[in-house]
């Protein structure tokens, strides 16, 4: 009976011992901003306001499908998905408080799926402070070490573009026209394209800056056009607006034109025949691509169903979406920073017929050099796809 006794007096005081010091090790255990037993938390920034406020609205809606279609299947490593979209502005200043809210909101990762400069400043700002992300590629490989790109660079496409044209418009010794934004990540990429399109043999005869607040293009393709211009290769983006509506002015036809960054559907769509049978590079699928069925299902049975030429980008940011969910996965069921970047490391052609096939690996978080082919235009004055991605044509 004493026996007995001390047993379970030893056991009570055992008991006593070791439930505290259990408290005390799961209190000193390492906390991840972001991260709890059900949720993880993601910031989205964009330009909810500014220039392309609405179409960053409607583009978001296919994250957010993204968010809800994972959600609805029990979540990434059993938690649930929670989207923060925070404003960069579209302004370089802007990107940079975006960023400083991000830290702030409880965030254990970020997404900067557009933006022209702001989308630097803010991943540049991201990553000094050792906050993970995936975000729309600008000039060149920065070299962060958080932040993982997820369409070629300024310079790769413009690269990419001078095999385009030699192999689209008909070999060497054609001469070319340069046009391009007086911005970082479109003045790289011209540059880029210049340089590779001298090797290929291709003469370049002319290259003209353009600011956005242009009222006019003409006198930039007169020049081009006395220069003898027979293509013009295009590094801009809205500014295409007024480029292709000015062309005919001076004799180009959209024919003429090649390029990227103009080839989105939002621009097609304002310009209809005043860009068909332009040809360029994209930098995701087309929505006449058999994934975007898929997608399309999706956003309907979420609500948010509409027709392939009201989409917006929408498209693009899921598959922006999945990307970022494979990261998440691939950190495992603890997440921290360090494993976001050994996890998102081992991505190696990873395909989601929405983005180029993606690899990443240790110091290298640029995940693709390949752009999407595509015309101008199905009838709905989306762009066409005409080919698989490629580095070289």
């Avoid at 958080?146 to 010794?173: C, E, L, M, N, R």
């Avoid at 110091?363 to 005409?386: I, L």
């Amino acid at each position: 009976m004493r026996s007995k006794v001390l047993g379970a007096a030893v056991a009570t005081s055992l008991a006593l011992v070791v439930a505290p010091a259990a408290a005390l090790a799961q209190d000193s255990a390492p906390s991840v901003t972001g991260v709890t037993d059900d949720e993880i938390v993601v910031s989205v920034i964009a330009g909810f306001s500014g220039p392309f406020a609405a179409l960053n609205k409607t583009a978001y809606d296919g994250m957010l499908t993204w968010r809800d279609e994972v959600n609805a299947a029990g979540g990434i490593n059993g938690r649930q998905v929670v989207l923060e979209d925070v404003d960069h502005k579209e302004t370089a200043d802007g990107g940079v408080a975006a960023c400083k809210e991000v830290l702030s909101n409880g965030s254990f990762f970020a997404v900067v799926p557009e933006g022209q400069e702001a989308n630097l400043t803010a991943t540049d700002c991201l990553d000094e402070a050792g906050m993970p992300s995936l975000y729309f590629a600008g000039t060149s490989d920065p070299e962060w070490k958080y932040a993982f790109s997820y369409i070629p660079t300024g310079v790769a496409q413009g690269k990419s573009v001078a095999s385009f044209i030699t192999d689209k418009f008909g070999g060497t010794g054609k001469k070319v026209g340069v046009i391009y934004e007086n911005t970082q990540t479109p003045a790289a990429g011209a540059k880029a394209f210049v340089k590779e399109a001298k090797k290929v043999g291709l003469d370049i005869v002319g290259q003209e800056a353009v600011e956005a607040s242009q009222a006019s293009f003409v006198p930039q393709l007169q020049r081009l056009k006395e220069a003898g211009a027979e293509i013009v290769f295009l590094s801009v983006v809205t500014e295409a607006l007024g480029i292709f509506r000015d062309a005919t002015q001076v004799g180009f036809t959209p024919a003429d034109f090649t390029g990227g960054g103009f080839t989105f559907d939002f621009i097609s769509g304002a310009l209809k025949d005043g860009v068909k049978g332009a040809q360029g590079l994209r930098f995701g699928a087309t929505v006449d691509s058999p994934k975007y069925k898929d997608y399309a299902a999706t956003m309907e049975a979420n609500d948010r169903g509409r027709g392939r030429d009201q989409d917006q980008e929408g498209f693009l940011y899921y598959g922006a979406g999945l990307l970022l969910g494979k990261i998440l996965e691939n950190a495992g069921a603890t997440p921290t920073r360090e494993s976001v970047l050994s996890g998102a490391e081992q991505i190696k052609n990873w395909k989601t017929g929405i983005l180029p096939p993606i690899t990443y690996g240790a110091g290298d978080h640029v995940g693709t050099d390949a752009s999407y082919p595509a015309v101008c235009c199905n009838d709905d004055f989306t762009w066409k796809g005409t080919g698989k991605p490629r580095a070289s044509f």
